[in-house]
């Protein structure tokens, strides 16, 4: 596999995320039912290849610059330890809220790596390329936004383990929440596009 077909599979992996999250709003039971749940369990080991195999990819064509290769390092073992947490053993050596808290801090952290390395690599971008230059900027916009909504979770929910009590959140705080996520997927499949027009021309 190469980068750009490597880019075309994160394009898919996105659009099925974005699936599987209407999904959960549309059909949650269905989603309940160990079938199902047998089902998004392997395609998640698969998005997780696929995400780590194009990063490898994306660090030998780009990462001429040392902080942009040093970050995407990073987001590398940012996931796979995302991807570790997932398994079974993961769930036998820590209790749920443990489990969870992590996720929230993996996931806040991988949003923040991600952000970082579209920064460092615009700059990198050749002037005569600004749909991709825009396309880096959009995406960077949304990630941002839901970098502050990471945060908040993950403030909200070691209040929770700390304390006991749950947050209250209204409809449409998670109607808000779900929007970012939405245009932050949609963002990122318009980078990953305008980022494979940019490999094939070249």
């Not at 009590?165 to 990122?188: K, N, R, W």
Request: charged share 10%.
């Amino acid at each position: 596999m190469n980068i750009r077909t490597s880019t075309l599979a994160m394009i898919v992996v996105l659009a099925y995320e974005i699936v599987l999250k209407l999904s959960h709003f549309l059909f949650p039971h269905v989603l309940h039912h160990h079938i199902a749940i047998s089902f998004t369990g392997v395609l998640s080991v698969l998005a997780g290849i696929i995400i780590i195999l194009f990063l490898i990819l994306f660090l030998r064509a780009e990462g001429s610059s040392p902080a942009l290769a040093w970050s995407i390092r990073a987001l590398i073992g940012a996931y796979l330890l995302v991807f570790a947490l997932r398994f079974a053993l993961a769930a036998n050596l820590f209790d749920f809220r443990t489990l969870r808290l992590l996720s929230e801090i993996l996931g806040g952290l991988t949003a923040v790596l991600i952000f970082i390395i579209l920064v460092l690599y615009r700059n990198q971008i050749p002037s005569d390329h600004m749909a991709l230059y825009k396309a880096a900027n959009i995406a960077a916009f949304f990630l941002g936004l839901r970098i502050l909504f990471k945060l908040y979770s993950a403030i909200e929910f070691s209040r929770f383990v700390s304390s006991g009590e749950p947050g209250e959140y209204s409809s449409g705080f998670y109607m808000l929440v779900s929007g970012v996520y939405l245009l932050t997927h949609l963002s990122m499949i318009y980078f990953f596009f305008r980022y494979y027009l940019f490999k094939s021309a070249r």
